[in-house]
């Protein structure tokens, strides 16, 4: 067997086209641009390409786009002082600060300061919460992200087995919620889980989100089911020359290919899919803040 490729690239293209159309109706028939308001601290330059990709993808999706890039020594007063600013502001609906920060600010402290009615990464406890009793509000943006893939990869999931790895706050847990509300079930493997490959054999879908390059292997996948691969690694490729290297996922993706009935690719699988559903909890949460009913093709 040869597995399905799922093209996240390409689904996500679409669904960024999906929702420019709701911000032009959101902004014709209401008179609201959804705004979403990005904040970073400091120069991590992996950090700096993440949220200039995400500025870029809100301005063309027809979003207000505010980008606040504060100097490493900025202290904690004042970035909490930014955000009290941002939650009174009637322009922005969608607060992200980017992680990690610097060392002197307590992120718990920063994301408790974000209004939970615009936090569109789902961190507070209050949408975490709303999330696991499923009220509408933002989503996990990778969770939501490979939600989408396996609906459109497989229809309802109603009644499949899932196997989630990892059980982060950013993906395996929220992964968790989404797929218990889709009637799948639920196992949630970790690092001291025992028999790993017996349960991945087990399920009809896994989603990997472990951050250990090639964790899963081939022989581990039932034959016909849906890997949804969310681990991102960089490893050496010295068949590219001394010194490069080359992104790979959690799941050893040409062995399993062989035997999935569907799998994501990495990179081009979930990555993309990321921003995406950024874009969609903020329209989510302008529709929200504003008494509306948000978009059902963009909440789970
Ligand atoms: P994390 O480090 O917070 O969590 C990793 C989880 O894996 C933990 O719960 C841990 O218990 C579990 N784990 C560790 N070793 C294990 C093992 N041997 N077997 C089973 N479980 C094990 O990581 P995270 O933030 O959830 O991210 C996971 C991966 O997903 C990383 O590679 C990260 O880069 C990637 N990621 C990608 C996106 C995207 O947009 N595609 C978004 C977020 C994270």
Request: hydrophobic share 40%.
């Amino acid at each position: 067997m040869t597995a399905r490729i799922i093209d996240g690239k390409a689904f996500a293209e679409g669904l960024r086209g999906r929702i420019a159309g709701h911000v032009q109706r959101l902004q014709r028939e209401h008179g609201i641009t959804p705004g979403l308001a990005v904040v970073i601290v400091g120069e991590d330059p992996g950090s700096q390409v993440y949220v200039r990709n995400k500025a870029r993808q809100t301005v063309e999706a027809g979003m207000l786009s505010e980008k606040y890039e504060l100097p490493a020594e900025t202290s904690e007063a004042e970035l909490l002082d930014l955000i009290g600013r941002l939650n009174n502001s009637d322009r922005v609906h969608g607060i992200l600060v980017q992680l990690p920060l610097p060392k002197h600010i307590d992120p718990n402290r920063v994301i408790l300061a974000i209004a939970p009615a615009k936090d569109v990464d789902c961190f507070t406890p209050e949408s975490v919460g709303r999330l696991s009793i499923g009220l509408p509000g933002p989503v996990s943006c990778t969770p939501l992200g490979c939600l989408m893939l396996l609906r459109d990869t497989l229809g309802r999931l109603e009644g499949l087995n899932a196997v989630i790895l990892g059980r982060s706050n950013l993906v395996g847990k929220p992964m968790a919620q989404l797929l218990l509300r889709e009637n799948c079930t639920i196992t949630v493997a970790h690092s001291r889980t025992k028999n790993l490959p017996e349960m991945v054999r087990g399920a009809d879908i896994v989603v990997a989100a472990v951050g250990r390059p090639l964790l899963v292997k081939g022989d581990w996948i039932r034959p016909g089911a849906t890997v949804i691969d969310v681990g991102i690694n960089r490893v050496a490729a010295p068949e590219k020359g001394e010194g490069k290297t080359r992104l790979v996922g959690d799941v050893d993706f040409e062995a399993a290919a062989k035997v999935a009935g569907a799998i994501t690719p990495v990179p081009g699988g979930v990555g993309p899919m990321t921003i995406a559903c950024l874009l969609a909890n903020t329209v989510t949460t302008a529709s929200l803040i504003n008494g509306l009913v948000p978009p059902k093709d963009l909440t789970p």
